[in-house]
């Protein structure tokens, strides 16, 4: 069983232009997630799919941000007139329907985003 | 006031030792799942183990055991037998209630290195 995966995992760009990072959640995995993780902080909570529905975003998710899960399978997150401010790690996490004494994420190895 | 509170920002320990990892909580849901996750230097956040808040007995996963302490909101992680490969940044983490597609909050992590 392969883990989650996130493509790519390294991205630079210059302020002002659009990126785009993709996550693969562990196969049968229903939900997926997004979290943004700064230098010295924990991550932090961005959006969460069931299948293909949004059904929660974070007040950090300006309008600059969108992420689509259009098959219920992968996962987008794009970013728009991207700005320094943005530069994170963006993290992925797929979790089971159900799993006996709570839900567990999984995480992906993440996307390092540098904005010049 | 913080949800999560990991006050070690760095942590020494050497090979073979014990290390207790600590971190405190902060929810008034009586219904709540308390996490530790490892990130290496690569980015990916590993999970570790888990502790649900009605479970009887602390949790152990191997090396890794959490001592829960209900009534004074903390949920150490103690890593037995250190190797050098421990040496990462570990966080704890909580889901407040038990519904699933609850996103995780995070303390700002703690920093291990185990030397040999």
Same mark, same amino acid.
């Given at each position: 069983?392969?883990?989650?995966?996130?493509?790519?995992?390294?991205?630079?760009?210059?302020?002002?232009?659009?990126?785009? /990072?993709?996550?693969?959640?562990?196969? *049968?995995?229903? $939900? +997926?997630?997004?979290? @943004?993780?700064?230098?010295?902080?924990?991550?932090?909570?961005?959006?969460? /799919?069931?299948?293909?529905?949004?059904? *929660?975003?974070? $007040? +950090?998710?300006?309008? @600059?941000?969108?992420?689509?899960?259009?098959?219920?399978?992968?996962?987008?997150?794009?970013?728009?007139?991207?700005?320094?401010?943005?530069?994170?790690?963006?993290l992925?996490?797929?979790?089971?329907?159900?799993?006996?004494?709570?839900?567990?994420?999984?995480?992906?190895?993440?996307?390092?985003?540098?904005?010049? | 006031?913080?949800?999560?509170?990991q006050?070690?920002?760095?942590?020494?320990?050497?090979?073979?030792?014990?290390?207790?990892l600590?971190?405190?909580?902060?929810?008034?849901?009586?219904s709540?799942?308390?996490?530790?996750?490892?990130?290496?230097?690569?980015?990916?956040?590993?999970?570790?183990?888990?502790?649900?808040?009605?479970?009887?007995?602390?949790?152990?996963?191997?090396r890794?055991?959490?001592?829960?302490?209900?009534?004074?909101?903390?949920?150490?992680?103690?890593?037995?037998?250190?190797?050098?490969g421990?040496?990462?940044?570990?966080?704890?983490?909580?889901?407040?209630?038990?519904?699933?597609?609850?996103?995780?909050?995070?303390?700002?992590?703690?920093?291990?290195?185990?030397?040999?």
């Amino acid at each position: 069983d392969t883990g989650v995966s996130q493509d790519p995992r390294h991205k630079i760009t210059k302020r002002g232009q659009n990126v785009t /990072f993709r996550c693969d959640p562990i196969s *049968e995995h229903n $939900r +997926l997630y997004w979290y @943004r993780q700064t230098l010295g902080q924990g991550p932090e909570f961005l959006t969460y /799919f069931q299948n293909e529905a949004q059904l *929660e975003k974070s $007040r +950090l998710l300006s309008d @600059r941000f969108s992420a689509e899960r259009p098959k219920g399978s992968f996962s987008t997150l794009e970013i728009q007139r991207t700005e320094q401010g943005d530069s994170a790690m963006y993290l992925c996490a797929s979790s089971l329907p159900y799993e006996p004494g709570g839900e567990t994420q999984y995480f992906g190895p993440g996307t390092r985003l540098l904005v010049l | 006031a913080q949800k999560i509170t990991q006050t070690q920002p760095g942590m020494f320990v050497q090979e073979k030792e014990a290390v207790t990892l600590d971190c405190t909580y902060d929810t008034s849901d009586p219904s709540y799942g308390l996490f530790w996750y490892k990130q290496p230097s690569s980015g990916e956040m590993i999970f570790l183990i888990y502790q649900g808040s009605y479970d009887q007995q602390n949790a152990t996963e191997g090396r890794y055991s959490l001592n829960f302490q209900k009534a004074r909101k903390s949920a150490n992680l103690v890593i037995s037998a250190s190797q050098l490969g421990d040496s990462a940044m570990y966080f704890c983490a909580m889901r407040e209630g038990n519904q699933a597609g609850t996103a995780l909050i995070f303390g700002k992590g703690t920093t291990l290195s185990v030397s040999s």
